[in-house]
C-alpha cells in the first residue's frame, strides 16, 4: 500500500510538471465557490450555483495551466487589489495575538500604525517612519 501511494504521488508529481498549481487567487476562487454553492441552497439563490461552477472551472484551469506569465500577471492583480483588506486583517490578527503584552496606537502625525509593549508606563515613542515623539502611558 505503501508503495501504491509512492507511486502515485510521483505520477502525479510528473503530470504537475510545467503546470502552474494552486496560488491565492485560485484558493480564493476555491473558497469563494464554495460559499456560493452552501447560498445555493437557499431556494431563491439558486442561480448562484452556476456562478460556483464557473468559479471552481476557472480556479481548476489556473491551477492546471501551463501559461506560467499569464498565471503570475493574474496573481500579482489580485494580490494588488486586495493589499488594503489583506492588511488591516493582519494588523487585527497581531492585535489579538499580542493583547496582553502590546498596546498598539497611530502615529498622529504621519497614521502609521505603532506597536509599544504594555506595562512601561509612561513612555516616549519616536515613530520610526516620520521620526515625531509621542508620550504615551502604557
Ligand atoms: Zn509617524
Known amino acids: 500500500m505503501r508503495g501504491f501511494f509512492a507511486r502515485a504521488n510521483a505520477a502525479l508529481g510528473r503530470w504537475m ?5 494552486a496560488d491565492e487567487l485560485s484558493k480564493f476562487l476555491t473558497w469563494t465557490s464554495m460559499a456560493l454553492l452552501l447560498l445555493s441552497c437557499v431556494r431563491v439563490l439558486w442561480w448562484m450555483y452556476f456562478l460556483a461552477l464557473a468559479l471552481i472551472i476557472w480556479s ?14 493574474e496573481r500579482a492583480a489580485y494580490l494588488r487589489m486586495t493589499a488594503k483588506p489583506r492588511a488591516a486583517w493582519a494588523l487585527q490578527r497581531n492585535k489579538h495575538r499580542d493583547r496582553r503584552t502590546h498596546c498598539y496606537f497611530k502615529c498622529k502625525q504621519c497614521r502609521a500604525v505603532l506597536r509599544v509593549p504594555k506595562h512601561k508606563g509612561t513612555i516616549d515613542v519616536t515613530c520610526p517612519r516620520c521620526h515625531c515623539v509621542t508620550v504615551k502611558k502604557t
Open 17 to 21: 510538471y510545467g503546470r502552474y498549481g
Open 60 to 73: 481548476t484551469v489556473r491551477t492546471f495551466s501551463r501559461n506560467i506569465p499569464r498565471r503570475q500577471r
